[in-house]
């Protein structure tokens, strides 16, 4: 069985990026994939598993700037590195941009199939 039938949110990939705040700030890192679950990011500085941050997601096409709160469930230290995080429950604006951005992604993700 795959990943993706044990996930309890769907993953996308996308093009958003993302600035996060936890030992260091680091700005402008692509997101790799995303759900309303957490999200999995690309970045040469690596947080420890566990780590607190705090991400700004920007979502040009929607003109929306969403601010979660997270903590580093797995990290990658392998090129390319990698970092999993997961969000801490979401508000109800977070979770209503998040949702819309995944639902249009997913139509346009679709449409490009």
């Not at 598993?49 to 929607?62: A, H, M, S």
Request: charged share 30%.
């Amino acid at each position: 069985m795959s990943d993706e039938h044990t996930r309890e949110h769907v993953r996308i990939e996308t093009d958003a990026l993302v600035d996060y705040t936890g030992s260091e700030v680091l700005l402008f890192h692509k997101i790799e994939n995303l759900s309303l679950g957490g999200l999995s990011i690309r970045t040469p500085t690596l947080e420890p598993k566990g780590t607190q941050v705090f991400v700004n997601i920007n979502f040009p096409d929607l003109n929306e700037t969403v601010e979660v709160e997270g903590e580093v469930a797995w990290v990658k230290h392998e090129e390319p590195k990698e970092m999993g995080i997961k969000f801490m429950p979401l508000k109800d604006r977070q979770a209503r941009v998040l949702q819309r951005y995944i639902d249009e992604r997913a139509r346009f993700l679709s449409k490009t199939d």
